[in-house]
């Protein structure tokens, strides 16, 4: 039985994906160390030793993928500086990367909705638009594709593109103008009290309007059936 249980824990870590990582801080120093991810959670340890951080995933209440080097784990942990905000963590990869089938592990395991900066390099696309995003200052211009199951917007702006699963991270989509289209969706928005962010598209041609009519009839019978975000 003891050389079971040996085994199993050695089966666990080696199913954990382990990096490199700079622990990016905004007041102090950032810090160096080692990065693992498995099926229990997330985990950190300073180069030094002399810092260890580890995150069941029931302690975690939204994940980021900045880019395929850089997440952000937010936390419920309080900041006593800041009043009592909960506290995040940005981790920058220097060896290695966050790759899509790690980012749909973690997913899975959050079993809630996620923020994804990294659009596919190809979509099965059944409708794409060319779009400006607005945005308080400024804006980016790409393209919104849309799947069977998913909304990406494509763009330059290596930060500004998303990738949106439908059952997942869409609460909504309006359009009262065949030009404008706005997508909420599930976010760490610290701007709101809530966890949602709206984003206002210009469309650069018409929207199809059959098309807009089957997108929302789908998001409403996924919506009464969803367990992730109800």
Avoid: C
């Amino acid at each position: 039985m003891k050389y079971l249980i040996l085994l199993l824990a050695f089966s666990v870590a080696l199913s954990a994906e382990t990096f490199p990582v700079t622990l990016k801080r905004t007041l102090w120093r950032d810090g160096k160390g080692t990065l693992a991810i498995d099926d229990q959670g997330i985990a950190y340890t300073a180069t030094n030793n002399k810092r260890h951080l580890r995150w069941g995933w029931l302690d975690i209440q939204y994940f980021d993928r900045v880019s395929r080097k850089e997440f952000v784990v937010l936390t419920y942990e309080d900041q006593r500086l800041l009043l009592g905000r909960d506290r995040e963590y940005r981790f920058v990869i220097t060896r290695g990367e966050l790759s899509d089938e790690l980012f749909a592990m973690v997913s899975r395991h959050l079993n809630r909705p996620v923020t994804d900066r990294v659009p596919p390099a190809k979509v099965a696309a059944r409708y794409a638009i060319p779009v400006k995003h607005g945005r308080t200052f400024g804006g980016s211009e790409g393209e919104l594709q849309f799947s069977d199951n998913a909304i990406y917007y494509v763009t330059h702006d290596k930060t500004d593109g998303r990738s949106w699963l439908m059952d997942r991270d869409i609460v909504s989509v309006w359009s009262d103008d065949p030009y404008r289209l706005q997508i909420r969706a599930y976010d760490n928005n610290r701007r709101e009290f809530g966890r949602t962010a709206t984003y206002k598209f210009d469309l650069k041609q018409k929207l199809d309007p059959e098309f807009y009519r089957e997108l929302k009839l789908k998001l409403y019978r996924l919506e009464a059936g969803n367990e992730v975000i109800r």
